[in-house]
């Protein structure tokens, strides 16, 4: 592990055909504390199996040390080694011929967090974007650091309305800066729900999945 990139050597977990056997591909973040394999089992609700699916394991469990609303330069150089990381991951589908608009990306509470950063500093017309229980990183949105066009790509956020992680706030500005970038957004909040993923959601996400190739 590099003192500047400590997320170098992060592995991959894979379900689902070989990419290069693959149309179609799902990149899964964990959250904090979490592992590649526990995301990965999002895979098995998955309504089709010609899905490629590959989930990138964090150094430690964690992708940044601090909560996603502290300034940015405190989670440095966690964050920056940690959006490489994706990168990494979604050219594995990529590079094996899968193309952007046949990739979902999705990821759950940190690991949330991190997909949406990631997707919108890189928008494009991706085969969706997932945040479940997450959204973008920073004190305040910094919205110079977004770019590129999602071109209509799908995208769900799903958040407890009074998750003890994720302002309500936050949800609302990450549905902004999605919707402002060309995305059609579909967000869904859950009243009085815990911090989890809901059936619901997996509901949303299937639909997303069941898309993908199309």
């Not at 089992?41 to 601090?66: K, M, S």
């Not at 590129?148 to 800066?177: L, N, Q, Y």
Request: glycine content about 12%; hydrophobic content about 40%.
């Amino acid at each position: 592990m590099a003192a500047n990139d400590p997320h170098a050597d992060a592995g991959f977990a894979t379900a689902g055909p070989d990419p290069a056997d693959a149309d179609v591909g799902v990149v899964l973040i964990h959250g904090r504390g979490a592992t590649a394999g526990s995301v990965l089992g999002l895979a098995d609700e998955f309504e089709r199996d010609d899905v490629a699916c590959v989930a990138p394991q964090a150094a430690n469990r964690t992708w940044y040390p601090n909560p996603f609303t502290a300034p940015t330069e405190s989670n440095q150089p966690h964050l920056d080694s940690a959006l490489g990381v994706v990168e990494r991951a979604v050219g594995t589908l990529t590079d094996a011929g899968i193309a952007y608009r046949n990739v979902l990306l999705l990821g759950f509470s940190q690991g949330a967090c991190l997909t949406t950063e990631y997707a919108a500093r890189n928008a494009r017309r991706y085969g969706g974007v997932v945040a479940l229980s997450g959204g973008l990183i920073g004190e305040t949105i910094e919205r110079e650091r977004y770019g590129g066009d999602f071109d209509g790509t799908p995208a769900f956020v799903g958040c407890s309305d009074s998750d003890p992680h994720i302002p309500e706030s936050r949800v609302h500005e990450t549905t902004d800066v999605l919707d402002d970038l060309g995305a059609a957004v579909d967000e869904r909040l859950y009243p009085d729900a815990p911090h989890g993923i809901f059936a619901d959601e997996v509901d949303a996400v299937n639909d997303l999945v069941a898309g993908l190739g199309d």
